[in-house]
C-alpha cells in the first residue's frame, strides 16, 4: 500500500533531522500564516520537535495583516510552541525595494533570536517550486552554472526540509491534515520578479512545455557536475598557497577563469571579483616575475614556477623558542596558549605527550618542503598536502604554525584562527598521549 502524503513529508522530514542535529534540537521558524509555513509548523509538531515560531508582521494588508498574525499566534498556543511576533513599519524602507528590505529585516531578526535562544538552526518553508524560481533568476542574471545549484537543504544556518515537494503537494498535505492557512493575494502582484515568474510565465510554460520546472530542477545536478570538476582541476593545479604555473598554463584558455575562480572562492573571496578581474588574473602567466595582482584582500604574485597567493596585509613571520621552564609557566604566542602540565587540562584543542618531545621547542610558519607523520599513519605527509585536505581556504593556510623539536621534528600543526570550524590542528603520531604519559603539553586556544 502507497504511503500518504503525510506520511512521505514527515518522514523525510524526520531523516534529515537524524542526519543533521542532535535529538531534542531546538529550531526557530518563520511561519508567515500561508499553507506552506503552516505546514512546516504543524510538521514539527508532529514530530514533537521543540521551535520558536516567528511571526513578522509588516501591517502592508492592514485588517488582514492582523488576521495572518491572529491564525499564527494562536496554531502556534495550541501546537504548544512558543511564538514571537515582529511588527515591521513598511515606510522604514525608505525608498529601498521593498521586498528586499522586508527580507533584510525577518533574516536580521531570525538570526537574533536564532542566537540569544541558543537554536541550531534557522527553519523556512522553501519548496520544490522556490527552488525552481531561484535556479530560473540565476540563469536570467546570467550567474554560472555552479550557481544552478539553487537553495540546499541545510547551510549551516539555514534548514530548508521542503525542498523535494512542490507547491501542490503542500496544499494536498494542508488538506490530508486539516491544516489551516491564510493567502496573501500580494503574491499575485506581477511588479515583482518572483511573483511574474510564479503566476503569468510559470502558467504559460506549463501550456508550452509540460514538465518544464523538473528540466529546471535537474540543471542543479549540472551545477553540482560543474563545482566538482572544476574543484578537481583546481587541486591538480595548486600546492599550499601557491597555483603551479607549469599545470596552470597547460589549461585551455576557456577554463582557466573559471579554475582561478575556484582557487579564490577557498580563499573566502566568493562574489568580490567580476568576469572582467577573473580574465585579467588569469593572465597572470604573461606578468613580469615578482609583480602582483590584486583579488579582493589577496594578492597574486607572479614567481618562476608559481603565483603564490597570499594577504595584501601579511602578517609578520612567528618564529619563537620555547624552553621547558616557560612551558611550565605558560607560553604564549598570539591567540595560542602551549602549557606544560602533571594532569591534562579539560578538552584541550590539542594534547602531546611531553616526554616524547626534543626541548627546546619552537612555533614558527610552516614551509614549503616541511613534513610531518599524521597521528595513526606510518609514513609522512607535507604540511601543504595536510592543510588541502582539511579543506583549510588558501587565504589562512600561510597563518597555519608548526610546533617542532630541537631536532626540526615537527610534532603538530596549528591552524589559523577560524580556518576550520571543527579543528584547530593536528598531532604527529610521534607525539601522541600513551597510557602510560605523565607529562602533557597542551595548546589551547583564545
Known sequence: MAKSLSNKISEHLSELLSNHFEDRSLFVIGVSGGP???????????????ALIVHINYGKRGKQSDKDQELVEQMAFQWRFECCTVNLDPKDAKGENFQNWAREQRYDFFR?????????????AHHQDDQVETILQK????????????????????????????KQHILDF???EAIPFRIDKSNKSPEFARNFIRNEFSEKMDSLFPGWKSNIIN?????????????YIADQVTSG?????????????????AILKTILDQSGLKGTYSRGLLKELAAIESLQTGKSLKAGNLLLTKARDHIHI????????????????????????NDISIQLEKQPADLPSLRLDAESLQWPLSVRNWSSGDSFQPLGLSGSQKISDHLTNRKIPVISREKALVLCGSDGTIYAIIYPSRANNDERGAISELAKCKPHSITFLTINFS
Open 174 to 176: 494542508c488538506t490530508e
Open 112 to 124: 537574533g533570536l536564532m542566537h540569544d535562544a541558543k537554536a541550531e538552526a534557522i527553519v523556512t
Open 310 to 333: 597570499h594577504p595584501d596585509d601579511p602578517q609578520s613571520p612567528i618564529h619563537e623558542s620555547i624552553s621547558k621552564s616557560e612551558a611550565e609557566k605558560g607560553f604564549k604566542v
Open 219 to 231: 540543471l542543479s545536478e549540472y551545477g553540482k557536475t560543474l563545482e566538482a570538476s572544476s574543484q
Open 241 to 257: 598557497n601557491s597555483i603551479l604555473l607549469p599545470a596552470f598554463s597547460k589549461l585551455p584558455v576557456v577554463l582557466k577563469p
Open 139 to 166: 540563469i536570467f542574471r546570467g550567474s554560472s552554472p555552479e550557481a544552478w545549484q539553487g537553495m540546499k537543504p541545510w547551510n549551516g544556518e539555514l534548514f530548508r526540509p521542503l525542498l523535494p515537494f512542490s
Open 36 to 50: 506552506d509555513s503552516m505546514a512546516l509548523m504543524y510538521l514539527f509538531h508532529m514530530l514533537n520537535q521543540d
